[in-house]
């Protein structure tokens, strides 16, 4: 497992921008894929990105898709989310996530290790 630690949250008013961060610890941060997840107040945690071992595929949820902007940096052990005219509806505490296994990973079962996750609010 790795231990990650997010930040960048914070209160955005619509249309807005922020960008999460995500630091892993350990040498091997390239063996693994890396996803983020949201929560929002009594819903299920649900997908919004993933990103594969080399940053040369990604994947979005269609609620983010043309909005967000998943990325990484190996050297760094960082995994980025861009997050771009954001709306009410973003609003929900955000997850990074690693997974060891390879393609596109969705299922937040299928993945090993978790964030303690930072809270975006987005007001109207």
């Known amino acids: 497992q790795v231990l990650l630690v997010e930040s960048g949250g914070g209160l955005m008013q619509s249309g807005g921008s922020l960008r999460l961060s995500c630091v892993a610890s350990?040498?091997?941060?390239?063996?693994?894929?890396m996803g983020w997840f949201r929560q929002a107040p009594g819903k299920e945690r649900e997908f919004v990105s993933h990103i594969s071992r080399t940053g040369s595929q990604t994947y979005y949820a269609d609620s983010v898709r043309g909005r967000f902007t998943i990325s990484r940096d190996n050297a760094k052990n960082t995994v980025y989310l861009q997050m771009n005219s954001l709306k009410p509806g973003d609003t929900a505490v955000y997850y990074c996530?690693?997974?060891?296994?390879?393609?596109?990973?969705?299922?937040?079962?299928?993945?090993?290790?978790w964030g303690q996750g930072t809270q975006v609010t987005v007001s109207s």
């Open positions: 350990g040498r091997t941060f390239n063996f693994y894929e």
């Open positions: 996530a690693a997974t060891s296994r390879i393609g596109i990973v969705t299922a937040s079962t299928n993945y090993d290790s």
